[in-house]
Structure formats: C-alpha cells, structure tokens
C-alpha cells in the first residue's frame, strides 16, 4: 500500500499507469471484503459457524482495507456505511454475549478503517469549487464524526475487548487533534466523551506494574503503550481541544508516576502555562484538590502526618517551583491560585458545630507551600481576603485541627525580603484602573477553557 501511494505521485511520468493500476488493486480488495462478508454472514444467518479459513478469510480482506485506506482515497467505494453498521453490531453483540457479526479480530481493523475513512473526508474541501457539494460534503462529515464518536465512546467506555478499547482510544484523540481546530469542520467533544477518555487513561495508564510473572521485555512493550497513551490524551488539553480542567487529572500524577511520565507530564505543564497562565494555575490547583479528596476519609478527615498527605506537600512543591523566579510575570496566576485554594478550604459544612473547623481546612497546608511565590503587597491582600472569608474570624484556638489556617496565615504575615513590585512610571499621568487582585470575584472573564 505504501509503495503503491510512492508511485501513484502526479510528478511522475508513470502516474498515469499507477493511477489505473491503484484503482483495479481497490476494487478488488472491496470485493474481496464484500464477498467474504456475504459468506460469513450466511453461515451466521443458517445457524452455522464458521471454519478457520472463512474467519481468515474476513479478517485477511478487512486487514487490507484498513492498509491501504491508510494510504489512499477509498471514498468513491462508499464502504464507510457498511463498516460502521457492522462495528455497531458488534459491539452491542459482545455487551449481550452473542455472536458478533464480525471476527473479533477483525474489529480492530474496523474501526482503523472507519478512522481513515473519516481522514479522508478533507479531500473535498481541498478539491471542490462548487459550493453546493462543499456544504454537502461538511453535512456527512458532521453526521459521520458524530456517529463514529458515538460507538468509540461505548466501546472505551463499556467493552469487555481491551485491543477494541485501545484502538477506539487513539482514533478519538487523533480525530478531535484533526478536526478541533475549526477547519473544514470544528468538532466538540461531549462531557461525556472527555470522561470517557479520562477514565480510560486514569485505569490503564496510571497502574503499577507489579506483576513479576511478565519479562522485562514485555513489561518495556507495556510502558511505551502507555506512554503513546497519554502523550495522546496530554495533546487534547494542550491543543484546547477540551478543556484545560482535564489537564489536572494527569498532573495529579506528577510525582507518583515521575519516573515512567515525569517527561510528558512535564511538557504538558509547561505547554499549558504557555496558553494560559491562570488557567494552568487552576489545573494544579485542582490535581491537588483530586489528590486531596482521595485521602480523605468517610470523616472527611486528614491524617496530615501521614506518607500520602506528605506526598502531595511534594506534589505542591514541585508546582511551586515550576512558577520559576519571576514572581511579577506569574503574579495573576499565583494569586489566583491561592485564592480559588482559600475559597475550597474555609467552606463550611452546615451540619458541623459553629465552633468546628472547615473539613477540608488541612488543603491551606498544601496552598501554603505557593507563599513564597506571591509578592509581598499581595500577600496582604489575601490575608484581608482569608479572615473575611474564614466565618467568625480567626479562632483563638491554637487545637491541632486549626494549625494549618494558623501555618498558612503567618506565611502570609512574614512576607519580609519578599520582592515587591516596582511603581509604576510617573510620567504616565493617566492610568486604567485595574481589577484588585483580592476582590470577590471569582471566574476569569477569558476563563471559558476552564470548569472549576
């Protein structure tokens, strides 16, 4: 397939001959795959099964299907229909335990060839004049991507073949890169879709290995897949093709899995930070809120001496330090960050006694490790912003449950040798008034990308 694609190139003086050529050599592996298909489903229809060669046979031609739509144009040969019906019923086959209308090999190459097929769509938009057959061609696409995203969604979500689920998983993610930008068609993904694809990486990238029954070599084989994995899942909030909040369900990890993805989850850090600094403020704040929430009890308490609370105090360390030396250029962000981690550790619970602590009061110890971070004029203003939001003032109590507010309230008094930042230029008579950097309001107004 690949050789044919070489020498099927408009520049060469045997195009010509290799054009006529590509199109005997796809007709005939459409109707191999036609007649094989027939033959399968006649058995199945007679209530008979199908011999060893019969399932080579189907699985062989659709093999070809998805090498060579791969590499070439299969749109004339109208077979996108026919292999989308028959990778639905085999998944609503194997959900009720009956026999699917495909070998279950042969789905895998399915839902490739489904994959190309959709690639292939752009043709049109790079060849048609007319504007008429443009809109068509956009109508299809949207009614093909819906459904192909559709029955992705169900096999990653709820198959019991894990080599379906792996190959449903990288065509979405190369889909939603392809088609998320808004050229010829801008795709959104469902809430649905987006924790669909979360879950999926949070179960099969984020495991530890420890089975010692598997060589090293296949336990080599098995990382590189993850690692594919969730390079793939890191470009869709990179690309903002969902949202940045999605981010934080990798980073949550940063630490614990550093040694297999500490590169990728790395890049994806710095990547979002280039987007959007706040935004990206927000996704660690809410990898520590994940990480935060695991710990926590039936209780809704914390053991704060505890290796785990200890590990993510590290997390929050090593976010810190990726703020880098500039407190002035990562100001917003910073302050940002403390202020959506204030609001999220004083909420009260209404059923708790007045005089009781906010259960998640012990996240202020994990906010105070971004203290060095603000500028010293900023930290009085998120101290005035703590004590309004704490109810009833800062308690006298100096109990074990009410260190953490006490610990994070002093980093924020003993700002001395803090930078502070310089005045601005006197020769500018007039200046814009700006937004207080502690005021109440809490959503960004360019902050859609992101879901707090």
């Not at 043709?123 to 061609?137: L, M």
């Not at 909420?347 to 971070?373: C, I, M, Y």
């Not at 703590?386 to 002093?410: C, F, Q």
């Amino acid at each position: 397939a690949q050789t044919l694609e070489k020498m099927c190139n408009k520049e060469f003086p045997i195009y010509g001959k290799c054009d006529i050529a590509r199109s005997r050599i796809l007709d005939m592996i459409t109707n191999n795959y036609m007649e094989s298909m027939d033959a399968y489903t006649s058995l199945l229809n007679g209530d008979e099964r199908p011999d060893d060669d019969e399932i080579f046979a189907v699985v062989s031609s659709l093999k070809k299907i998805a090498y060579f739509h791969n590499c070439h144009d299969m749109s004339r040969l109208n077979i996108w229909e026919g292999l989308h019906e028959n990778l639905v019923a085999s998944w609503e086959a194997v959900r009720e335990d009956s026999i699917p209308p495909l070998p279950m090999e042969a789905v895998k190459y399915c839902i490739d060839s489904c994959f190309y097929g959709l690639l292939w769509s752009i043709v049109p938009f790079q060849t048609e004049k007319d504007r008429g057959a443009i809109e068509h061609a956009k109508v299809m696409l949207q009614d093909h991507m819906d459904k192909y995203m559709d029955i992705c969604q169900k096999i990653i979500s709820d198959c019991p073949e894990q080599s379906w689920k792996e190959q449903a998983f990288a065509a979405v993610g190369d889909l939603l890169i392809y088609y998320g930008s808004g050229e010829p068609i801008r795709y959104t993904p469902s809430d649905l879709l987006c924790e669909t694809i979360n879950t999926f990486v949070q179960e099969y990238v984020f495991i530890n290995d420890t089975d010692e029954e598997i060589d090293d070599h296949q336990k080599i084989e098995e990382l590189h897949k993850r690692r594919n994995f969730l390079a793939g899942y890191c470009k869709l909030p990179v690309y903002r093709v969902i949202p940045t909040e999605y981010g934080s369900h990798v980073l949550q990890h940063y630490v614990t899995f550093y040694n297999d993805f500490g590169d990728i989850m790395k890049m994806t850090l710095s990547r979002l930070r280039d987007n959007h600094k706040v935004n990206c403020a927000k996704a660690m704040l809410q990898a520590l809120i994940l990480k935060f929430k695991s710990l926590q009890d039936e209780d809704n308490d914390i053991d704060r001496n505890g290796e785990e609370f200890h590990a993510i105090k590290e997390l929050a360390k090593r976010f810190a330090l990726s703020f880098g030396l500039d407190a002035v250029k990562n100001r917003e962000a910073v302050t940002k960050l403390h202020r959506h981690g204030i609001i999220y550790a004083v909420e009260e619970d209404p059923e708790a006694a007045a005089s009781a602590p906010p259960p998640r009061l012990a996240f202020l110890e994990l906010v105070t490790e971004f203290t060095n971070k603000l500028l010293k004029q900023d930290k009085k203003v998120l101290l005035d912003y703590l004590d309004k939001r704490v109810t009833g003032g800062i308690p006298s109590s100096r109990s074990e449950a009410w260190t953490p507010l006490h610990m994070y309230r002093n980093s924020l008094v003993h700002g001395e040798g803090e930078m502070v930042l310089p005045p601005a230029p006197t020769r500018k008579a007039y200046q814009r008034k700006r937004r207080r950097t502690g005021s109440d309001e809490e959503d960004d107004p360019d902050d859609g990308d992101f879901r707090l």
